[in-house]
């Protein structure tokens, strides 16, 4: 199974459970889907229905309690070992005494390849960070050290791109025109990417498949295939079929939501 060549993000079965003072949490139970090689695929759910444990097995932080996950056809662990792997984590974990040009260069050292200034830079551009090469995270903004963590990810050109809520604490101009960049990014390189969002607009937008998870256990509630076709511009977002499709997206997760709650 994960040695089809068209296979994406793959799982298979995945259940996690976490000790918590002596009781047990089920955060994901039974989760299965396969997303295509090169695809986008978002996911929505309530707060705490296991999206960024679902992200940290795949990223090999966190080994499932059941179950098997592949991304392009490898193991996580082997994904990371080889470093085709760009992850974007809620909180930014940039080291504090390194300057914004070597937290991202960071990501190059430790898979052994020297940093090319020029391809750095340019990353550092891209993200809106120009002129802040040499400051340190201390003297930037939530905002930019999100940025920062997003040129990070980046600049491995990872096969796999996994992005934790990366836009979260932005602006609605900076995060749109991220959001811009990043399917640039992704239509230029093919990169299998997930994204982990609560903006219902923002997986609408930028995704091909909608994955909306359901809350206590984390299970998925539907995969929901987006219509638009690409590219896609700004202009997308204001056509009613978008805010129809959005308004679809919505009613799912009320739907698990009020289904949790009995
Ligand atoms: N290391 C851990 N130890 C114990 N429980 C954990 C641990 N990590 C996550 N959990 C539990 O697993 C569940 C899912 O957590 P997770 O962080 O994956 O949710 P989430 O969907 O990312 O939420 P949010 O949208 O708030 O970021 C929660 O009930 C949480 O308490
Ligand atoms: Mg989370």
Redesign the pocket.
Known sequence: MAAQPDAGILLDGVSKT???RGAS?T?LEKISFATRRGSFTAVI??????????LRMLADLEAPTAGRLFANGRTPSDLRRDGKLGIVF?EPALLPWLTVRANIDLALRVTGTRPDGADTDALIDLVGLDGFQDARPAELSGGMRQRVAVARALVTAPEVLLL??PFGALDELTRRRLNHELLRIWAAQATTTML?T?SIEEAAFLSDTVIVMSPRP?RILAEVEVPFGRPRDAGLLREAAFHRFADTLSEILAAGEADARG
């Open positions: 976490f000790g918590l949490v955060a759910g309530p707060s705490g229905c296991g999206k960024s444990t679902m809620q934790d809520e982990v609560h984390g």
